[in-house]
């Protein structure tokens, strides 16, 4: 490793709260890691195009690195090492910070176009099932609270690591009246909504929704019970290397976070798992909005071959100049 490649300390940082899920969830790993490589760039000390490029694709491999499953985190640093650009290390440098800026307006602002047509499937008195914090699930109730629509919600807690109370906090900022579950309570309650909200980390070529470990079988409650399960997903969650057959890799997690090292010694030798994500197959998917409008799961592959081609170049990957 040499010296004049060496990693921003705030770099190292952002990688390491995404791999602690300190910051967490898709979307927001995506502008953190943007982020993360605009104050590489600008605060990079090397002085030569060569090492400036090699320094950002090793920023990149660094945090391409923190968890495998999300799509949105390769596919902004696909957004951004793609745009780098330039004879000098000023010009590079300006071509990833301004790279960035872009990315993460068009983040935001898809989010918000994503939660107006979202909104349009959400009428007054609806009640929504959620599961896991997804902000583009979430961009759909805000969008349709001020429409001045009036929504309640079923919120599964999500275990192991209860990312339903963060649901539950903003829709209550929201207005919104919830009742709060643990996720085996789910089926009970599901005669009693009239959508299921999910967001996603990654969506496949065939249309398979990968998200929170439990939307599957949520997913398949649901179908059984009749209520529509819509996917909120900016098209950054489009998976273009699945499209030549990759499989979406599910990341396991420490055994710590479903149960205390105490506990587990007192119940005596046994194995515990904690994948973070399922894939849900597309026949239990009713509709994946976007903020280029609401697509059959069926028909994303259309969209992604627009969006990214056949081919998804790892511009973050080791190469010669
Ligand atoms: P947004 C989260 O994963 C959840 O699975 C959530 O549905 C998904 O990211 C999408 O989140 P984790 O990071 O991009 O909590 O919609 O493991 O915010």
Not at 167 to 192: F, K, P, Q
Not at 258 to 264: H, N, S
Request: aromatic share 4%; net charge negative.
């Amino acid at each position: 490793m040499s010296d004049e490649t060496a990693l921003h300390p705030e770099l190292r940082e952002t990688a390491d709260r995404i791999a602690e899920m300190e910051i967490r969830g898709a979307a927001t790993i995506a502008g953190a890691a943007v982020e993360a490589l605009a104050t590489q760039a600008r605060e990079s000390a090397v002085d030569d195009p060569t090492a400036f490029r090699r320094q950002q694709r090793r920023a990149g491999r660094h945090l391409y690195d923190t968890r495998p499953t999300a799509v949105s985190l390769p596919n902004a640093l696909r957004y951004v090492l793609d745009r780098m650009d330039g004879d000098s290390v000023a010009a590079l440098r300006e071509s990833v910070v301004s790279a960035a800026g872009e990315f993460t307006e068009r983040l935001s602002r898809a989010q918000s176009d994503l939660g107006e047509i979202g909104a349009n499937r959400l009428r007054d008195g609806d009640t929504v099932m959620t599961h896991c914090h997804s902000t583009d699930a979430l961009a759909c109730v805000e969008a349709a609270v001020d429409q001045g629509k009036e929504l309640s919600a079923v919120v599964k807690e999500t275990r192991p690591r209860r990312q339903g109370h963060i649901t539950a906090e903003r829709l209550r900022e929201l207005g919104v009246d919830v009742t709060l579950i643990v996720d085996s309570a789910a089926r009970r309650y599901l005669d009693d909504v009239d959508h299921v909200l999910v967001g996603a980390d990654s969506i496949a070529a065939d249309g398979s929704v990968i998200n929170k470990i439990g939307t599957s079988g949520l997913a398949v409650n649901a179908r059984e019970r009749g209520v529509p399960i819509v996917v909120a997903a900016q098209t950054i969650k489009l998976h273009p290397e699945t499209l030549t057959g990759q499989t979406v890799e599910i990341e396991m997690r420490e055994e710590s976070e479903v149960i205390d090292r105490e506990t587990r010694e007192e119940i005596g030798e046994l194995t515990v798992d904690n994948p973070a994500f399922d894939v849900t197959p597309p026949r239990y998917v009713d509709a994946i909005v976007t903020e280029s409008g609401q697509f059959p799961p069926e028909t994303i592959v259309t969209l992604m071959r627009e969006l990214f081609g056949e081919s998804a170049a790892r511009p973050w990957e080791e190469r010669e100049e």
